[in-house]
């Protein structure tokens, strides 16, 4: 199975505190790979780490076979981070133009897949409207639309579905299924349990480090456990 991503003993440290600690991880290309864990678990910094905007203090990081970071890779995958990167004072149309000339899509293209992830995410009919305007979980959603406008083979999306209703989040991960059968690697970081079940693999963190990572069912049948959440407790030490 052809990597997408692969962590080599990577840690990386802010001051003298260590936020990730010796992660070893693979992920491969068409899987939807969760980092699961609750805040400051480390894994905005793991994935800022994986897309090359932090380079790791210890150990080694490969996207599509090159060291990150790497400014080929970085043009070529999309990334939704925590916080949105929009300019306010723009239109939506506006902001995914921007996205479109970084990513230099040619002008017929640029047209449709505006109006393909504006879909996608809900928002067709704010096309025109300016941003600073918008709901938060409305500026999520412009954010996965910038993400997926130039149909990147690696999407990492960082807390993609905060803020955004139940029945918005359903068409995301029906959208993200659709992306994994045309070959797509997403990674998503979630604190929420029910989505982290919707991941072909799971890496649980907690304090930094990787306590659990497999496929949710396994996860679970290695501990005898009902839920995802009640796997994150055993190995997270609360019911020992």
């Not at 799971?202 to 290695?222: E, N, S, T, V």
Request: net charge neutral.
């Amino acid at each position: 199975m052809e990597k997408s991503v692969d962590l080599q003993n990577v840690s990386h440290r802010f001051s003298k505190r260590w936020i990730v600690k010796d992660i070893n991880m693979t992920i491969h290309q068409g899987e939807i790979f969760g980092l699961l864990g609750p805040s400051g678990a480390g894994k905005t910094t793991l994935v800022k780490l994986m897309t090359g905007l932090l380079q790791p203090s210890k150990g080694n990081i490969f996207v599509h076979g090159e060291e990150m970071p790497s400014l080929k890779q970085m043009k070529s995958y999309g990334f939704m981070a925590q916080s949105d990167a929009l300019y306010l004072e723009l239109t939506a149309n506006e902001n995914l133009n921007f996205f479109a000339s970084i990513y230099r899509l040619q002008k017929n293209t640029k047209k449709i897949r505006i109006q393909e992830v504006m879909e996608l995410v809900g928002l067709s009919e704010y096309l025109d409207q300016r941003v600073e305007t918008f709901s938060g979980g409305m500026k999520r959603r412009l954010s996965l639309a910038a993400a997926l406008l130039h149909q990147p083979e690696l999407i990492v999306l960082d807390e993609p579905t905060v803020g955004i209703d139940p029945v918005l989040r359903q068409s995301i991960w029906e959208e993200l299924y659709r992306l994994k059968q045309q070959g797509v690697t997403i990674v998503v970081t979630t604190h929420v349990m029910d989505e982290a079940e919707k991941c072909d693999r799971l890496a649980m963190l907690l304090d930094g480090r990787i306590i659990a990572q497999d496929p949710p069912h396994l996860l679970k049948q290695k501990v005898g456990a009902k839920t995802i959440e009640d796997v994150f407790l055993y190995y997270g030490g609360d019911t020992k």
